[in-house]
């Protein structure tokens, strides 16, 4: 149980994304957001206002989907963020006394730009986009989430990764006092996730920063996070706190958790069962029985699309690779 302490709950902002940069407004709505849950109750059926903070100046985007969003609710409280648990609620749970700044991301490996840059200047000079996105959970679940980002083509543009650099990597911040699931040893931590460069740079990929329009909730990845929709979510790695250019293909969390049954590539796949499970039909969350006890029972169930539906985008990417061996 969380222990429940007084608090003053301020009204919820509405945030520019030049305001959503400036650090003190930022840190206002970040520190509003965190406070809230701590006033209140366990698990609320919806979740207040007052946590929520709006962000301005996002431009729609082609790439999104005109298929039937996931509520609020579904998204943020049924997560996986094993650094804060390991069942669906901990994420929302656990997360909501997290203050997702300060916030910092090391760049470094091979690329002519490197350093530590603080969040807002790492944002700053990129326009926020709405992608609407399928997010296909390799446990064969589905939903779509309106995110709010940055492309990661561009973010990536502006380092100038040099030739050697063949693997973009990513790591989420390593905090045990801050993130309580990282004193278990359900993964080796940091979470690690990598593309190869030529994903990486593809129109699709975006860092989050927000969905539905307002800054992103702490169990959703707060403050950045990768969104790659043609792969299972697990290579959507949350928390960033480091991207790295690489020459060599990196092991990642998951990798090294269970060779066989995760691997690098982690495109969506309906030919390819996971070694316990088939993946060729998905069960979209809140379609029938919402994302309670009752939805394992689901029975609305609908096939699974080769790369979550995205392959007009990314088939060119995987041309000549035998997927079944890169699984
Ligand atoms: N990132 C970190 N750091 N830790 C995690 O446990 N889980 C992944 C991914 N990113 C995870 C993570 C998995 S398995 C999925 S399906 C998505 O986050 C879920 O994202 P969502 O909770 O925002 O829907």
């Known amino acids: 149980m969380l222990i429940k302490k007084p608090t003053d709950i301020r009204p919820s902002e509405i945030t520019s994304k030049d305001v959503y940069l400036n650090r003190r407004t930022f840190l206002g709505a970040a520190a509003a957001a965190g406070s809230a849950l701590a006033a209140g109750q366990a698990f609320p059926a919806v979740i207040p206002k007052e946590r929520r903070a709006k962000l301005d100046d996002v431009m729609p985007s082609k790439y999104s989907t005109d298929e039937k969003q996931n509520s609020y609710k579904d998204v943020t409280t049924y997560n996986n ?10 994420p929302y ?19 002519e730009v490197t350093g530590r840059f603080a969040l807002e200047d790492f944002v700053k000079p990129h326009t926020l986009e709405e992608r ?19 492309s990661l083509a561009d973010v990536i543009k502006q380092f100038k990764p040099l030739s050697s650099a063949k693997y973009v990597v990513f790591e989420t911040l390593y905090d045990p006092k801050r993130m309580r699931g990282q004193r278990s040893r359900a993964l080796r931590w940091p979470y690690v996730e990598g593309l190869t460069i030529a994903e990486a740079t593809n129109p699709l990929p975006i860092l989050a920063v927000g969905m539905y329009g307002e800054v992103l909730p702490n169990q959703n990845g707060a403050p950045l996070r990768l969104i790659v929709p043609w792969k299972y979510g697990f290579k959507s790695i949350k928390g960033i706190v480091s991207m790295r250019f690489m020459d060599k293909q990196p092991r990642t969390s998951w990798e090294l958790a269970a060779p066989h049954e995760y ?9 390819v069962n996971h070694p316990r499970w ?10 029938d029985g919402g994302t309670g006890l009752s939805s394992l029972f689901a029975t609305t169930q609908q096939p699974t699309e080769m790369f979550n539906g995205y392959g007009e985008h990314v088939a060119h990417l995987y041309e000549g690779l035998n997927l079944r061996q890169h699984y």
Do not use: T
Not at 93 to 107: A, D, H, K, L, N
Not at 263 to 271: L, M, R, T
């Open 81 to 90: 963020y094993y650094e804060f648990g390991m069942r669906k609620e901990d």
């Open 93 to 111: 749970r656990y997360s909501q006394e997290f203050e997702p700044q300060p916030w910092s991301v090391e760049v470094s490996g091979e690329a």
């Open 132 to 150: 609407i996105y399928r997010l296909r959970c390799v446990e064969a679940w589905s939903m779509v989430i309106p995110w709010v980002g940055i």
């Open 263 to 271: 691997g690098f590539y982690a495109n969506v796949n309906p030919e």
């Open 278 to 287: 088939s993946q060729a039909r998905e069960r979209r969350i809140g379609s």
